[in-house]
């Protein structure tokens, strides 16, 4: 590739340029579908029509409508948020648009209603300093993405219909841009993981790899489910639970009061007023429905039944996942045990669980205080024990290769006022898999020395399951439950270790079952 300031490729839609920077092609802000507004609103993305001349890609795209990150969640995280109506847009890095590369599609977190592509973090030039084409993608979020809307002309999952539209983008035109269609990796975290899971679960074939950052494959809201929090969102507005009553608000006035309903439903994880498929799935207001159509089953049970066995999987967690929801709220302060004992039993922990985690406080991941020892429990129940059920699944059906990861670096970073810190909490491992630690905006969140060992080795391993779709350690089986765990004990020690935590996981015996 020259070293020009600009470089062209054609699309299937026409032409678009992109920026050279440091031997590394950004083409940002391309659309993969039409601006889902006026009759498109609440539809399935609509395909794109061709344009004349060259389309100037130098930009991130509009993201989708989202409410601000607020508290000390919004202070450690950037979410940065473009103004404009196209929002089904996507990027592309790429070190050479004459190569056959390993390509690889991020879909970003956010609980389904925050996020976007444009996130410092995800600078996709350090995978393409390395040889792998990378894709990161918008697509709608809260009532527009996630909603249920009988009436509507998609009436659910919406966000994982643009996912779709996305991939089915990336296998027509990445070959233009470098790409190998033939060796597609999607990855996500979080939100991002789950939708990767939902998507795996369809078994469509647009992939042939997938990274699952702190994933879920237990969530799925039923229909009724779905229809009481759209419900709750359409009660604060004054308006009927409807596409078309819900079309003709304010996008500034929806989202505001698709945030409160958000709040709501995770603050009080109730069940009778939300729906127990909410609450189970993890407290978030908008999900994925099993619909029986976008999304047929609960994507653990068909995984369970071999969905996506022939695609090879690499699945993480972090140690302290649910300390970021913690120790950024007011319950870091919260000295009784007893709204934490509640809450986790609302989320379907075991009898005493909070009780025998207590019993495990070390001076590695300390859980001295009420809020430390709920956080332990609720990071197992929202993403250890999911992602361990998903391995045994797949290991019984003897198809591709699991392989699981911890990491367990913490962050010194200190969001509150009662000197409780971070921790290895969720999303902390994504600077480090995009070996990003030198932005400015991550430090907020890493502290500013963090160890960039770390990053070569976790962002390494992403790069060579791209290529490859194997890891360096051996996958995932029931007897030995081999993880390789980043920073062992937040030491400088990166080894496998089998059954990491046995007891803990043998507390989950019988519970979240992917059938």
Same mark, same amino acid.
Not at 142 to 159: C, E, H, I, T
Not at 407 to 430: E, I, M, T, Y
């Given at each position: 590739m020259s070293e020009q300031s600009t470089v062209e490729v054609e699309t299937a839609y026409g032409s678009v340029s992109g920026k050279l920077e440091g031997g590394i092609a950004r083409f940002l802000g391309m659309p993969y579908g039409r601006a889902p507004i006026g009759e498109l609103r609440f539809a399935a993305p609509a395909p794109l029509q061709p344009w004349q001349g060259v389309r100037t890609a130098h930009a991130f795209g509009p993201t989708p409508p989202k409410p601000p990150l607020g508290g000390k969640l919004g202070e450690i995280m950037a979410d940065p948020a473009i103004a404009g109506d196209e929002w089904l847009n996507l990027n592309v890095w790429t070190p050479d648009t004459e190569a056959a590369l390993p390509v690889l599609v991020w879909i970003h977190g956010g609980g389904f209603t925050t996020g976007s592509s444009a996130v410092p973090a995800y600078d996709g030039a350090t995978?393409?300093?390395?040889?792998?084409?990378? @894709?990161?993608? #918008? /697509?709608? %979020? &809260?009532?527009?993405?996630?909603? *249920?809307?009988?009436?509507?002309? $998609?009436?659910? #999952?919406? &966000?994982?219909l643009d996912q779709i539209a996305a991939l089915t983008w990336v296998r027509e035109n990445i070959a233009a841009f470098g790409g190998d269609p033939g060796n597609i990796t999607l990855c996500g975290e979080s939100a991002g993981a789950m939708s990767v899971l939902a998507l795996l679960s369809r078994d469509d074939g647009l992939f042939h790899k997938a990274i699952v950052q702190s994933g879920n494959a237990h969530i799925g809201q039923t229909p009724g489910d779905a229809a009481l929090v759209i419900g709750a969102v359409a009660e604060r507005l004054g308006v009927e639970p409807t596409a078309a009553a819900l079309a003709g608000v304010d996008i500034d006035d929806l989202t505001e009061a698709q945030n409160e309903v958000s709040k709501e439903v995770s603050q009080s994880a109730d069940a009778v007023a939300y729906g127990a498929s909410t609450i189970a799935s993890c407290g978030l207001a908008f999900l994925p429905v099993v619909d029986g159509d976008v999304l047929p089953r609960l994507p653990a049970a068909a995984i369970a039944d071999g969905a996506g066995g022939q695609v090879p999987l690499l699945m993480g967690t972090t140690t302290e996942e649910f300390r970021l929801f913690i120790v950024t709220s007011a319950l870091v302060s919260v000295l009784l045990p007893g709204p934490f004992k509640t809450r986790v039993k609302a989320y379907g922990a075991p009898a005493g669980a909070y009780d025998e985690y207590a019993k495990n406080d070390t001076a590695a991941y300390p859980r001295? +205080?009420?809020?430390?020892?709920?956080?332990?429990? %609720?990071?197992?129940?929202?993403?250890?024990?999911?992602?361990?059920?998903?391995?045994?699944?797949?290991?019984? #059906?003897?198809? $591709?290769?699991? *392989?699981? /990861?911890?990491?367990?670096?913490?962050?010194? @970073?200190?969001? #509150?006022?009662?000197?409780? +810190?971070? &921790?290895?909490? =969720?999303?902390?491992?994504?600077?480090? !898999?995009?070996?990003? %630690?030198? %932005?400015? !905006?991550?430090? +907020?969140?890493?502290?500013?020395?963090?160890?960039?060992?770390?990053?070569?080795?976790? =962002?390494?391993?992403? @790069?060579?399951?791209?290529?490859?779709?194997?890891?360096?350690? +051996?996958? /995932?089986?029931?007897?030995?439950r081999p993880v390789m765990t980043f920073r062992y004990n937040n030491t400088a020690s990166d080894q496998v270790v089998n059954d990491p935590r046995r007891t803990e996981r043998e507390l989950w015996d019988g519970l979240l079952d992917t059938v």
């Open positions: 995978f393409a300093r390395d040889g792998v084409v990378c @894709v990161s993608v #918008n /697509y709608r %979020l &809260g009532v527009d993405g996630f909603g *249920y809307l009988p009436d509507a002309p $998609a009436p659910a #999952n919406r &966000g994982l001295n +205080k009420p809020s430390g020892i709920a956080a332990a429990v %609720l990071t197992d129940r929202m993403f250890r024990i999911p992602t361990c059920r998903v391995a045994e699944a797949r290991g019984e #059906n003897d198809g $591709a290769p699991t *392989y699981l /990861y911890e990491f367990g670096w913490r962050s010194p @970073v200190v969001p #509150n006022n009662v000197q409780v +810190k971070l &921790g290895a909490c =969720h999303s902390l491992d994504l600077p480090f !898999a995009w070996d990003t %630690l030198s %932005l400015p !905006a991550n430090q +907020k969140f890493t502290g500013t020395e963090p160890p960039q060992s770390l990053a070569d080795a976790l =962002h390494s391993t992403w @790069v060579d399951f791209a290529r490859t779709g194997q890891a360096s350690w +051996k996958e /995932y089986d029931a007897q030995e």
